[in-house]
């Protein structure tokens, strides 16, 4: 019995759609994506174009003593667009502004520079460094790997323009002891030190005896031959070498950069009393989904009664917390006793 002509056609489009699909999964795999947590995971070489917004060598708190003997250290922090990122900052600005002799390296994951980030730098009277550096586009709908574009870009600067120094990765979420950044100053070349609220072992740390890194306690070994987490270590940047490179493999970062150093385990230097202390912790601010209020902003600047109310509204509009827009969103309301509800969305 013949098959009919349209069941045959029907098949080989069902064999074409199937074969087609096992193609891109076998081409995806080629290239990285769907092995992010294998032993040996590929990178994508791919290249961003990056900005230097503004950079400022002047150190102008009056607060602080900065003895030129002691070494600069290169605090290098990736950010990007979301509502707790001006919150961040400010808190850890308010950390970094009691550190003599420190330069803020801030990469932001964003196109262009952005204005809230930059007067955040200005107010700390730190010599800073403030960097456009947004991820490849490749990764716009992943959260992985974050921060990597960012590093690259702050490491492409240092690489350029510093020949001495301590460079040391700090996230925006962190939380960091000052007696953390006196100890990393004496870092000949790679020193590591544990770092608090990481995995399911609540700490990340390298295991020390006799003053000589043995191994790592971290809940994610991976294969890694480093397995710490990135706030966990810091570089004399006279170890720096032209090799020094930091991929797109998400969870294996730090791993990947610390082995294109060539560091070997003998020349970890334990820091925080042998690794006995934590000193700095991956704190994670809940996330907060971005809002948008349905107002008419220039009607409501325009009436006297609400123009500090507006102005208001625009400040959380600039700093990324809330969208305003007059035709959707939220509906919103002004309250002047328990009784009595006006809407913003109609004024």
Known sequence: MSVKPYKLLKNIFAMSIFFGAIWML???????????HLSE????????KNTICYIDYNDSRPHV??????????????????PEQVPELMRLAYTLMHVPRLHWIVADDESVCSEPVLNILRRTGLPFTHISSPKPFIYKTSNFPRGVANRRAALEWIQKNVSDGILYFGDDDNAVDLQLFDEIRSTKKVSMFPVGLIGNYGVSTPI???GKVLGFFDSWPASRTFPVDMAGFAINIGFLKDSADMPFIAGHEEDKFL????LDIED?????GNCTRILVWHTKTAKHKKSTLKVNIN???????YHNFANMLKEISRLGLAN??????????ITRNRKTYESISVL
């Open 324 to 333: 305003l827009d007059s035709e959707t969103g939220i509906k919103s309301f």
């Open 65 to 82: 003593s900065n003895n030129v003997s002691l070494k600069m250290i290169y605090y290098v922090t990736p950010t990007y667009p979301r």
């Open 41 to 48: 995971p590929k990178s994508i070489p791919v290249a961003v």
């Open 299 to 305: 009607k409501l600047t325009s009436m006297d009664k």
């Open 208 to 210: 020390v005896k006799d």
């Open 268 to 272: 970890i230097e334990p820091l925080a």
């Open 259 to 262: 082995v294109s150093l060539d």
């Open 26 to 36: 076998l081409t995806w795999s080629t290239f990285g994506i769907l092995n992010l």
